[in-house]
């Protein structure tokens, strides 16, 4: 019965990316850290009005995912997330770390860019606290301008971070709330400029069996003028429900399905599906698939993670591929519990 179960569930891991390889026609987008590039291809029969609202934004990093459990399972996160990693997708599931915690990610992401992330929390009688970093940088780049769009000769930089903090609190057996205030600051070349944001979440278990609900709004902050031109953060609404569809977390084997959709303000909406098998508490196998993307659709990924007394230490990768550009993201991730 475990080889079965066993085998069903690295078949279901494994599915995904094998059926987004035969998925060539959709409406596609990227977003590349500060110079968010919406490349939506439009077939021509398509109604154009569910199009209007794609833009370009400033601020693009905040959209990019650099948690390799999240990635690995195709960013379908929002309602599955257990650990510290949770302040960057859904501040309420930090409520489930046991004691203090930290995590650490690095994104290899596309054209000489990169990306890392870093929290460390804490769980109090009162709360769940934590402060939360990320920064992305690019290699040097060569200035452009209308009258010399072949270049200048000069070379130019960009990078972005951002300074959160994060409170969540389980306020009943089966409902938690979060919220993050962050600091953001851009970084283009000589310009540079910087605001405020906040993110917003709950996760909700509804009783039946395992399944949960998770939801969350990020990225909310107002205008400001750049460089005469309006910046504008890349506001997002997620949508995410997550259930165990064999065994339960921390039995022998476990399989969990989750799907997620996330409602843009700047572009058209995108769709998150994802699973995740453990294997003896300790092996993680993921797979997903991501629709409304250039920069990526099927991703994998893997986990180990060995628990030591009251400690616990995690490590995961992922990998995927970003067709518009034929590049390879991997990200890593590291995760301690004590």
Known sequence: MLKKALLFGLAVVLALPMY??????????????????????????????????VTTTSYGFLKLTGNA??????DAYSSVGNDLSAVFYNPAGATQIERYALTASYLKWIVGSSMGTFAIGAK?????????????????????????????????????????????????????????????????????????????????????????????MRNLGGDQDVIGQKARFPMVFNLSGAAEV?????????????????????????????????VQNMLALRGGYKIGYDSESWTVGAGLRQTLGDQSVGVDVS??????????????????GF
């Open 20 to 53: 987004a390889q035969a998925q060539e026609e959709r409406p596609t987008q990227a977003s590349l850290g500060p110079f968010p590039v919406d490349r939506t291809r439009i077939p021509p029969e398509t109604d154009l009005i569910k199009y209007a609202r």
């Open 69 to 74: 459990r999240s990635a690995g399972m195709g």
């Open 124 to 216: 109090t009688n009162v709360a769940t606290f934590a402060v939360n970093f990320a920064y992305f940088t690019t290699d040097e780049f060569e200035e452009t301008t209308s009258s010399q769009p072949g270049g200048t000769g000069r070379m130019a930089t960009a990078g972005d971070m951002a300074v959160g903090l994060t409170i969540a609190k389980q306020v009943t057996d089966k409902l938690s709330v979060g919220g993050n205030l962050r600091w953001v600051q851009e970084d283009l070349d000589l310009q540079s400029y910087s605001s405020y944001d906040i993110d917003f979440g709950t996760l909700f278990y509804t009783g039946f069996h395992s399944t949960r609900l998770g939801m969350s």
């Open 246 to 278: 064999y065994g339960n977390l921390g039995d022998p084997l476990s399989l969990t399905i989750a799907v997620e959709q996330m409602f843009f303000t700047d572009s058209i909406n995108r769709y998150h599906f994802g699973a995740e098998a453990w």
């Open 319 to 336: 990998y995927s591929r970003a067709e518009a550009l034929d590049e390879y993201p991997i990200r890593v991730s590291v995760g301690i």
